[in-house]
């Protein structure tokens, strides 16, 4: 499968903790985005990597939250002291850098805070 | 910043019949218009998209329209299938935003039999 893959695909967790998911994009797409959805919205953009350098924070990203691509390729999203409103659907995308703009979905790590 | 709106949020069509789906947007620097479908537990697929300079595109049986000057833009599925049965997003970017993407809220498609 050469589409973009997400680890993992559902994570329970408790109030406090942290957790840290991956994504690993098509190969020779240099760009990766990150987004959030809830239940019944659409995907909320978290921050995106052109190459290992991220080039834009949402507001949504709270300090608690961090991002890193560090060789270019894949890369992970840590939230730290976990609460119940971070429970949501994140998405991984990738796409070329340049005018094209496709953007290609991840299946999604679904986070369930109790 | 960005803001989509997309109407209805919930469509139901006879098999066979069209389906249309309406966006709005607020910044006029975006210049790029994706649509997106998604099926339970995955995630969005892209299915068509248009560019500003484009007023109109077509894929087989689904076709998007822009109106920039009134900022909107709209999904047509004609001969709808069971299948299409989804939710279905559109969204707004900007080249110079490094096509940040900014989504509508959703609308759940329902295909009868």
């Known amino acids: 499968d050469t589409g973009v893959s997400q680890d993992p695909r559902h994570k329970i967790t408790k109030r406090g903790q942290n957790v840290t998911f991956r994504c690993d994009p098509i190969s020779e797409h240099n760009r990766l985005y990150w987004y959030r959805q809830t239940l019944g919205q659409g995907p909320e953009f978290l921050t995106y990597f052109q190459n290992e350098a991220q080039l834009e924070k949402s507001r949504l990203l709270s300090d608690r939250f961090s991002a890193e691509r560090p060789k270019g390729s894949f890369s992970t999203l840590e939230i730290q002291r976990t609460e119940q409103g971070d429970s949501a659907m994140y998405l991984c995308?990738?796409?070329?850098?340049?005018?094209?703009?496709?953007?290609?979905f991840g299946p999604g790590t679904r986070l369930t805070v109790l | 910043g960005e803001n989509v709106e997309q109407h209805p949020s919930t469509l139901s069509v006879q098999e066979g019949d069209s389906a249309v789906i309406k966006c709005t947007y607020s910044d006029s620097a975006s210049n790029y218009f994706p649509w997106y479908k998604q099926e339970l537990g995955k995630g969005p697929q892209l299915i068509i998209d248009?560019?500003?300079?484009?007023g109109e595109k077509k894929d087989q049986r689904i076709a998007v329209t822009l109106n920039k000057t009134a900022k909107h833009f709209s999904l047509h599925i004609t001969e709808t299938q069971p299948e299409d049965s989804a939710v279905y997003f559109c969204a707004a970017s900007m080249s110079t935003g490094g096509f940040k993407t900014i989504f509508g809220a959703g609308t759940r498609l329902f295909v009868k039999a």
């Open positions: 248009i560019r500003s300079n484009v």
């Open positions: 995308a990738s796409s070329f850098a340049g005018t094209r703009g496709e953007q290609f």
